[in-house]
């Protein structure tokens, strides 16, 4: 791989996202993110990351819910020093501008998922190259995203993408813009389905009309959608599309919730997966150096993190998965839908972030604590209304009004938002009473 220069700062877009070579501060420290391809790392490189986030911060970990991870508390003055240290364990993009583009989401079960109709692992090699090779797509937003889905039964199909693919039967590819892949009858469809291999072209093709026609304040697809209709992109597009009754009723498979814990059979006989959650999506350098270890010992040396915020262990004999499931149970991670705290996410809050209102982590622990059983919908505590922490529409969010006080909110079915607010300024107690109220939370 090409080593880029570190911290060209003439190739370094401005932007409040952090990149590898652009260190954001926070109230904590710096952030650095490093972006992983297919959210896939080795246990080489996640402990030259443990290295680099003992020497250059405090050895604290972040897993997004991108896939990715990021290292919080950068020492200041050290920022050259870690993505220095990041490039040369290969863990930067082709070239330095191509940091942010990077944003393809896969199933973290890609290639070994049962119920896949593809191994979209090639493909995706090809459009990450795609992204990075191309100087005009580093002007795209840090946030524009790509989701390429291959059919797996484990698969984020909440999170909205700029551009989703979703693999048909049939060697066909359908696409969407600002939305996600079709599962329910009245959802959003496709807008056209593509053979697989007109999909780099079609990437490519759309990339470039969405940049020639955004304008100011259009950054990402939803906003280029509100002055110009799909269908204008469409008919402008030199790329064979399908569109017929098949394309339009074509509707993904839905996915169990809370298939990312636990064991899962791999497609491969005598091989299956296991995932594992994050406690609130933190961890730390000796915790990551476990899990390289456990790779190792157990499975095929590489690790999976997840856009749940947790990890995969892929590849490892079924008569070893017990044994490896009591292991993250013993490293911390939640594995079981049971556990109350797989079912709650809380963004930096108070200790990590200016904006914050109240200590959503530390609230987070203290919420699972006073629930005890595990709720029926998943909860968000966020500690002021940019949501960070959630890019799908949680079932509850706690939003901080002061310290240790929220508002509880409940969205409609399926619609963006907060939704309208169930009770005003709770304390964690009167929290924990409201989501235990089976009238709050009938069953899901
Ligand atoms: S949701 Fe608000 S408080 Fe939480 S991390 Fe984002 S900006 Fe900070």
New binding site residues.
């Given amino acids: 791989m090409q080593r880029p220069s570190p911290a060209p700062s003439t190739a370094i877009r401005p932007s409040a996202c952090p990149g590898l070579l652009r260190i954001v501060a926070s109230r904590d420290g710096g952030i650095c993110r490093i972006k992983l391809p297919g959210g896939r790392l080795d246990a080489v490189a996640a402990r030259a990351i443990a290295a680099a986030a003992e020497r250059h911060a405090d050895g604290v970990l972040e897993a997004t819910n991108r896939a990715n991870l990021q290292i919080r508390g950068v020492h200041a003055g050290a920022e050259a020093a870690l993505s220095a240290e990041l490039l040369d364990a290969g863990l930067g993009p082709r070239v330095a501008a191509a940091d942010d583009v990077r944003n393809l989401l896969l199933s973290p079960a890609a290639g070994i998922d049962p119920a896949m109709q593809r191994d979209v692992t090639p493909l995706a090699d090809t459009l990450l190259a795609l992204l990075q090779d191309n100087p005009r797509f580093h002007t795209l937003s840090a946030k524009f995203a790509i989701q390429l889905d291959g059919g797996e039964g484990l698969a984020m199909l909440e999170h909205p993408h700029d551009l989703w693919l979703s693999a048909m039967d049939g060697g066909h590819f359908a696409f969407g813009l600002a939305g996600c892949p079709p599962i329910h009858a009245d959802d959003q469809p496709a807008l056209a389905a593509v053979a697989t291999e007109q999909v780099p072209v079609l990437v490519e093709a759309l990339l470039n009309l969405f940049l020639d026609l955004a304008g100011e304040g259009q950054a990402r697809m939803r906003q280029l959608l509100e002055t110009t209709p799909a269908e204008r992109l469409l008919e402008q597009l030199d790329v064979p599309l399908q569109r017929d009754a098949s394309v339009g009723n074509w509707r993904r498979q839905p996915v169990q919730p809370f298939a990312q814990l636990g064991v899962c059979q791999q497609r491969q006989p005598g091989s299956c997966s296991i995932g594992a959650g994050f406690v609130l999506g933190r961890l730390d350098s000796r915790l990551l150096r476990a899990l390289a270890d456990l790779s190792e010992c157990e499975g095929d040396g590489t690790l999976r993190l997840t856009p749940w915020q947790g990890v995969l262990l892929p590849n490892i004999p079924n008569e070893r998965a017990d044994a490896v499931l009591a292991a993250l149970d013993d490293l911390g991670l939640t594995t079981s839908a049971e556990q109350p705290l797989s079912r709650l996410i ?5 200790t ?6 109240a200590d ?1 982590k530390g609230d987070a622990l203290r919420l699972a604590e006073r629930l005890q059983e595990p709720l029926p919908a998943g909860v968000h505590l ?8 959630a890019a799908h529409v949680a079932p509850f969010t706690l939003l ?1 009004v002061a310290d240790g006080r929220y508002d509880l909110f409940r969205p409609p079915q399926r619609v963006a938002g907060f939704g309208q607010p169930l009770a005003r300024n709770l304390s964690l107690d009167a929290a924990a009473d409201r989501l235990r109220d089976p009238g709050v939370i009938p069953d899901a």
């Fill in positions: 809380a963004c930096s809050g108070s990590g972030c200016a904006r914050g209102l959503t966020c500690g002021c209304p940019r949501s960070c922490a901080a």
